[in-house]
Every structure is written in structure tokens, then in C-alpha cells.
């Protein structure tokens, strides 16, 4: 074998793996789904915390149950598809998968508590206000990891925006204008950097 | 060994399991991505189904790859994992690489 043949051989497996290494985060369709619905589920909610829409302020919990139902269908249904595209099973979309997983887990675990908690008496029905900076910070936590991973400068925004958006809705967040403000802030923290997520695994 | 009298290096060092061309660059896919699906590395290698499922066979006779078949659906779904005996092998193979590369 000369030295010719061989390097030409490593030249091939280091550009298969390089390849490889590049694959990019297939999970945007879903981020940009799950972001898509809580901002319209925060704006319905301060919608009726505002009294625009005629309805009962305790009707905002059924707008919650209503956004977890649709997200962990549509989750389930883009998960089958996404789960066949070549690199989902890359580090970064094994981590990606496990960061949102977990958040997604937490943010449940916090609001269930609530429910409970307040359900017997144990809170003011602001608590259920806390949940919104929880989950900004939640998402911060996950996007900086991923960021940190990847690399892509896209997801350090997302969580310096998740990050910030933690700290204003904690500040206002017994202010009934928390969840307009909070939906805005979700464009800006996880509508935007998902549509790019998704946008970079289309030009795969 | 020589070969068109270009300077040589030392073929034994170099674990042969690994070094077909197909089987490095399905090494070099696993080490960044395992499991993988077969048509992903399939198109991802430029193999054609034959020729790759051959050298699947062979990494996996050294106990480089695991090959699970199943169902993804109605589909049938063969997924290729790197095993650890694989990852070690393709460590040393690397090392083995640089070493004989930089003494020449």
C-alpha cells in the first residue's frame, strides 16, 4: 500500500466523519410547534385574564390542558418522522432529545404541583404565574447546553433571550400582562431560533 | 513492501479489519453516529447494498458493529451500532495511523 493510497483512504473516512459531526438539529419542526402553541396558549390566557374574551379566569387551565394534549400529539406524530432522518441519532440530537425532554418533564412536574398546591389551599392562584419563568428558565438551561455542545451561535441567543425572558416575567409576574409580555418574549426566545433550526436542517 | 518505488509503510501495524476502504468509512460514520440506520450509512458511504452489507459482516465478525434488525412500524429496520471493542479498535487504528504517517 502507498502512502498515496492510504492517505487517499483517510481523506474519505475523515470527510464521512466530518460529515457526520455536522449533521444538524433535527428537532426544529418540533420546537417551532411546541413554541408556536405556548405563545398562543399565553396570549389566549392573558386574553381572559384581561377580560377580552367574555370568559371565566379559571377557563385559562383548559387552555393549558388543551397545549399539552395538542403538543405531545403533534410531538409523537413529527417524532416518528424525524426519528428516520440520517444523524438523529447524532450526539447533539441525543442530547437535544434529552435536554427538551427533561424540560418538558419539569415544566409538567411544576405545573401539576401548582395545581395541586393550590387545589388545597396551599397557594394564591399567582403561583400559577410562576410557572411562566420557570419554563423560560428551563429553556435557558437547555438551550445553553445544546449551545455549548454545537456550538451554533443561533442557540447561545436563544438562551441569553430564554434567560432574560426568566428574569422580566419573574419581575412582573403578578402583573395579569405577564403572558402578553411572555409571548412576545417566546418569539423572540424560541419562535425565531426554531424557525432557523428548522430552515438548517432543510438545507441538509 | 514496495510499490512503484513511492516510500512505504508498515502494513502490519495497521489493524486490517478496519482498513478496507468501505469498512474505515463506516467506522469513521459510527464514531460520529451510532446507531445508524443501513441505508443511512448506505448513502452516506456510497456503497451499494451488497458491498455493504459484506463488510458490515466482516466488522461484525471482529466485533467491531452490532447489527439489530427489527421493524420501525410495518417497515424492516436495521440499525448498526458501534460496539466498544469497535470504539477501542478505531482508537488504536487512529493512533497506529498517526504513528506510522509521522514516520514517514
Known amino acids: ?204 | 513492501m514496495t510499490d512503484g518505488g513511492n516510500p512505504n509503510i508498515d502494513i502490519e501495524a495497521i489493524d486490517d479489519v478496519i482498513h478496507g476502504r468501505l469498512r474505515l468509512g463506516v467506522m469513521a460514520y459510527l464514531s460520529a453516529i451510532s446507531p445508524a440506520s443501513f441505508p443511512e450509512l448506505r448513502d452516506k458511504t456510497g456503497a451499494t447494498n451488497g458491498n455493504l452489507s459484506t463488510h458490515l459482516t466482516k466488522l461484525e465478525t471482529a466485533g467491531y458493529v452490532r447489527q439489530e434488525k427489527g421493524f420501525k412500524g410495518k417497515r424492516p429496520q436495521t440499525l448498526v451500532y458501534l460496539t466498544d471493542a469497535g470504539r477501542a479498535a478505531w482508537i488504536t487504528y487512529l493512533d497506529a495511523m498517526k504513528a506510522l504517517l509521522g514516520s514517514n
Not at chain 1, 108 to 133: K, L, Q, S, W
Open chain 1, 1 to 204: 500500500m502507498t502512502n498515496e493510497a492510504l492517505i487517499s483512504d483517510l481523506e474519505y473516512a475523515t470527510d464521512i466523519a466530518k460529515r457526520a459531526e455536522a449533521t444538524p438539529l433535527i428537532g426544529g419542526s418540533i420546537g417551532l410547534m411546541w413554541t408556536c402553541l405556548a405563545t398562543i396558549a399565553l396570549m389566549i390566557h392573558g386574553a381572559i385574564l384581561a377580560g377580552w374574551t367574555g370568559l371565566d379566569t379559571s377557563l385559562a387551565g383548559l387552555v393549558w390542558l388543551f397545549y399539552g394534549l395538542l403538543g405531545t400529539l403533534f410531538s409523537v406524530i413529527l417524532g416518528r418522522r424525524l426519528s428516520s432522518k440520517p444523524g438523529s441519532r447524532s450526539l447533539a440530537n441525543r442530547v437535544a432529545e434529552a435536554c427538551w425532554l427533561s424540560m418538558g418533564l419539569m415544566v409538567t412536574v411544576v405545573a401539576i404541583t401548582t395545581v395541586v398546591a393550590f387545589m388545597t389551599g396551599r397557594v394564591e392562584v399567582v403561583a400559577f404565574n410562576f410557572i411562566v419563568p420557570s419554563a423560560f428558565s428551563l429553556s435557558a438551561v437547555a438551550y445553553g447546553v445544546i449551545a455549548r455542545l454545537t456550538g451554533y451561535g443561533y442557540l447561545k441567543y436563544a438562551s441569553v433571550a430564554s434567560g432574560l425572558s426568566a428574569a422580566v416575567t419573574l419581575y412582573i409576574v403578578q402583573d395579569p400582562s405577564m403572558y402578553f409580555v411572555a409571548g412576545v418574549l417566546l418569539i423572540l426566545s424560541g419562535v425565531i431560533p426554531s424557525t432557523i433550526e428548522v430552515r438548517n436542517g432543510a438545507a441538509q
